[in-house]
């Protein structure tokens, strides 16, 4: 466009045939491009030279173009807008030339029919992306069209890219030559931090199994404002962080210190939030971590981190889990401890657990039980099941009145259970144990 309006002007230079009048008010363009009308020629040069110092050269020419387009520009002024666009222009082809060496995902679309309407990673539809590959798959496989072996190779790269989002990334920010290490597993990329997040969960989450949702908070690099930077969610896009580098420094004619310094990025990036499924897997303990691959941060040419989300189980107000077991403890009566008793406890997945102890067996302070197969399923094999382990506490009552304790002091010594020797004596009489032993010395 900026060519095509240089040789115009010229040939009305030439002919003194005007050929084009610019509107009174430049109002042409998105709600992005309006408000960046000024008031002379002079402003947008100006604001044409600060931007080709940030390397925006596309709003650098527009704006020459609206200094060159208002009334009455005299022919030196003109000469020195052209000059100065022709040296944008040369700018702006090498620049092109330099992001080239990048991977296009327009040609990736393009292969696989899709839309680009400036998409960014997190944006693509990886379920749908299957769907339609297995159709082109079968459409253009050399098996049924033999003229189309180079379609169908292109089909299934553009796929093998777009379908990983961390390949997707490489591509984007630097080529099929960072692809092709990432596949190798080379020590050449950098790797961006990891990413953790908490999910506290009930007891009976990790007994059932469930599905939770988490908000990722991470930085991604912004594809759109390369292609569209009018869109409004680029409003926010701010310059990634730079590539930190290291570089000699002389601190005397024999001594240097080894420094880092940045590198500006070329890149756009965004603060994102956005929900995360987690399955939370039958079994899993405090403190286990379920991995999203790539899903941390993103910084152009680097392998992003993974988001770690870390499970913490909350305390149950009945079961207490001891690894893959469950404890619980039960009240009984003394009623209950002599004469035998029945429990019902509801289960986390509301089942039934029936336990007690028969007539006629007397329950012990500190005694227990047992039950195979009623405790937590195994993370490895869900389908097995720990111990449920039930712990006895006796409530003995806190006082017993006189008529009470008549009676019952008739029971118990009925049952042989009267009362002890009031003197307490050796196991042996005559035989001194170290404890009479001490208690003599005393």
């Known amino acids: 466009m900026a060519r095509e309006l240089h040789s115009l002007l010229n ?44 390397e925006e050269y596309r709003e650098a020419i527009a704006d020459l173009l609206r200094a060159l387009l208002r009334p009455n520009v005299d022919e030196t002024a003109r000469d020195k807008l052209m000059s100065t666009m022709e040296n944008f222009l040369k700018k702006t082809e090498k620049h092109s030339t330099k992001m080239a060496q990048d991977g296009d995902l327009s040609d990736l679309f393009d292969a696989l029919d899709i839309d680009d309407d400036g998409k960014d990673n997190s944006d693509i539809d990886r379920s749908a992306l299957k769907k339609l590959y297995r159709e082109l798959s079968v459409k253009y496989h050399p098996d049924k069209n033999p003229d189309s072996a180079q379609r169908f190779n292109d089909i299934r790269e553009a796929y093998e890219i777009l379908a990983d989002p961390v390949k997707t990334l490489l591509f984007d920010t630097g080529g099929m030559e960072l692809v092709r290490k990432y596949e190798g597993g080379s020590d050449d990329l950098a790797r961006t931090d990891n990413n953790e997040v908490r999910l506290h969960v009930d007891l009976k989450d990790v007994y059932m199994g469930t599905t939770r949702t988490v908000v990722n908070s991470r930085r991604i690099v912004c594809r759109a404002c390369r292609l569209r930077p009018e869109l409004p969610r680029c409003k926010q896009c701010k310059r990634c962080p730079g590539e930190m580098r290291q570089r000699q420094r002389w601190l005397n004619q024999h001594q240097y ?77 003394l009623y209950e401890a002599l004469l035998g008793f029945q429990r019902e406890i ?35 094999d869900p389908s097995s099941f720990g111990k449920f382990v039930v712990k006895f506490a006796i409530d003995f009552p806190e006082s017993v009145d006189d ?15 009267g009362p002890g020797p009031v003197r307490v004596m050796p196991a042996s009489v005559g035989q001194k144990t170290k404890g009479t032993q001490r208690r003599s010395e005393l």
Not at 12 to 34: F, M, N, S
Not at 354 to 366: A, D, H, I, N, S
């Open 257 to 333: 210190t080894i420094e880092e310094y940045e590198v500006p990025s070329s890149e756009k990036c965004m603060q994102d939030k956005a929900p995360v499924s987690v399955t939370v897997e039958k079994g899993m303990l405090g403190g286990d971590r379920i991995n999203h691959p790539g899903m941390a941060s993103q910084l152009p040419k680097e392998i992003p981190g993974d988001l770690l989300v870390s499970v913490s189980v909350k305390e149950h107000p009945l079961f207490r889990r001891i690894g893959n077991d469950l404890l619980v403890t039960v009240h009984v009566s």
């Open 346 to 380: 509801v289960h986390l997945d509301g089942h039934t657990v029936v336990f007690g102890v028969e007539r006629g067996v007397v329950l012990k302070p500190g005694s227990g039980l047992e039950i195979a197969g009623e405790g937590m399923p195994l993370r490895e």
């Open 11 to 54: 040939r009305e230079a030439e002919t003194g045939d005007i050929g084009y009048l610019p509107p009174k008010v430049l109002d042409q363009g998105t709600p992005h491009e309006r408000p960046r009308q000024l008031q002379t020629g002079g402003q947008y040069s100006r604001r044409a030279a600060d931007h080709a110092k940030k």
């Open 403 to 417: 008529k009470s304790a008549t009676a019952l002091e008739a029971a118990l010594s009925g049952v042989g259970s």
